[in-house]
């Protein structure tokens, strides 16, 4: 075994990431001390219901539970890591502990990217940050949203029905970056059809004014508002392991097993991972699963694991459309229609890259994503 | 050990499909089927990996 036994080990999150590797070093066959270290006070949840059914006022405040860790190790909530000795291996934490570990996950996913320091800029990365958006939007506060990306736009929709006024401000065309122009303009329309203003600009910056803080654009345009989200990014949280020289560019580059070395494996939005088009973070709910799977493994198992081979499961509730994506987004051109056809009803489409890499979506139309993967793979 | 689903959470997503292909599938109309709820322990840890994938938290094991 590469690095002597396994006695220990340290899993730093306790997000899906974090929590999957438990699951995963248990059921590869680790029954030694497990630790897993939350930052956040809560179990771990699933962050991609957040900004979807936590929002709506359904007064459904559960969509985003997860049932509990199954690991049977020893969760410490609350408490973050703030240092890595790779020379001594031990996790240090702001309580003053110390934990020795035989192998390490890292696994303290990103935050939210953020365009000041001022208070009133709101963004929607953790639980507490949902729960307390949904309680203001109970106050039917008008609200501007920062960021054209599928999770501002989530933001702006559950906002909008939740009886606000919103106006989102988006760098180009909302999801364009994201989905491409086929798509985005499908979202787009069905968001201006339920009343949502949208403000392009090439950028945007949150000053400060008397009594809180407004949105001010490339042309000099001043947006105020009582309630201010912006929603432009995620930053991998990667600080606390700053002075051991395991962190490139903001973020921890692994092998296609997970693996920084060895006895150190970086899961979630915090990996950097080889995939077909170069070295990718995928901060996405399946990666993140899909990851710590494969590393666990790697962890416990060494050189005899299998490597990753991860193709990206993307969803999205918003403005009344669900969309259900298996493949690299965004899409040039238009889609083929399996079934349905455009206008925005229920569609099963498909695109191939110029690479001859293919994409299957669905447009409000249930579908497994097992058949949905396969219909990505079949030329159209 | 039994699996459970929350019916009216399940989304269809079936990722719990790709990860337990042997206890459980969507249909036609994308609606999940149990096709063993009751599970040994042979197949515990595949009845726990398609319970932590699903995003909506629609299955549990009883």
């Not at chain 1, 997000?15 to 066959?29: K, V, Y």
């Not at chain 2, 036609?28 to 063993?36: C, T």
Request: hydrophobic share 45%; proline share 6%.
């Amino acid at each position: 075994m590469i690095g002597g036994s396994i006695d220990r080990v340290v899993v730093v999150g306790n997000g899906i990431a974090g929590l999957t590797a438990a699951d995963t070093l248990r059921e590869a066959g680790f029954d030694g001390e497990l630790t897993v270290v939350g930052g956040e006070p809560h179990p771990a949840y699933s962050r991609p219901a957040l900004s979807k059914a936590l929002l709506l006022d359904s007064g459904d405040l559960s969509s985003h539970e997860l049932p509990p860790a199954g690991h049977g190790g020893t969760q410490l909530l609350g408490v973050r890591a703030t240092g890595l000795r790779l020379d001594r291996r031990l996790v240090i934490l702001d309580d003053g502990t110390a934990l020795p570990y035989d192998r390490v996950v890292l696994a303290t996913g990103s935050r939210a990217r953020r365009l000041s320091d001022l208070p009133e800029e709101l963004t929607l990365r953790g639980l507490d940050d949902a729960l307390s958006l949904r309680s203001r939007l109970a106050g039917r506060p008008p609200v501007v949203v920062v960021g054209g990306g599928p999770l501002g736009m989530e933001i702006a929709s559950g906002c909008l029905a939740a009886g606000c006024r919103v106006t989102l401000v988006s760098q180009g065309v909302p999801l364009i970056l994201q989905f491409g122009p086929y798509l985005a303009g499908v979202f787009v329309k069905a968001a201006l059809d339920l009343g949502l203003t949208i403000v392009q600009t090439g950028s945007a910056r949150i000053e400060q004014r008397e009594g809180g803080a407004r949105v001010v654009l490339d042309d000099g345009a001043v947006l105020e508002a009582e309630t201010l989200v912006s929603a432009v990014g995620d930053v991998p949280d990667t600080e606390w392991l700053a002075d051991t020289g395991l962190v490139a560019r903001g973020a921890i580059h692994v092998d296609s097993c997970g693996l920084v070395r060895p006895d150190i494996a970086a899961v979630g939005d915090l990996a950097a991972f080889p995939t077909p088009y170069g070295r990718r973070r995928i901060p996405l709910w399946s990666s993140a699963i899909e990851q710590a799977k494969v590393a666990a493994t790697a962890l416990v198992r060494g050189e005899d694991a299998p490597p990753l081979r991860f193709q990206p499961y993307f969803w999205t509730e918003q403005f009344g459309l669900s969309l259900k994506a298996v493949g690299r987004l965004p899409l040039q051109g238009e889609p083929t229609y399996v079934d349905g056809g455009p206008g925005g009803g229920p569609a099963l489409m498909r695109w191939s890259h110029e690479d001859g890499s293919g994409v299957a979506a669905a447009l409000n139309y249930r579908i497994a994503i097992p058949r949905l993967r396969r219909m990505s793979r079949t030329a159209a | 050990m039994k699996i459970v689903l929350d019916r009216p959470r399940c989304e269809g997503h079936g990722l719990c499909e790709e990860a337990a292909p042997q206890l459980m599938h969507l249909d036609d109309e994308g609606e999940l089927v149990l096709d063993r709820e009751e599970v040994g322990e042979a197949d515990a840890a595949l009845a726990h990996a398609a319970v932590r994938m699903c995003p909506v938290a629609a299955l549990r094991v009883a």
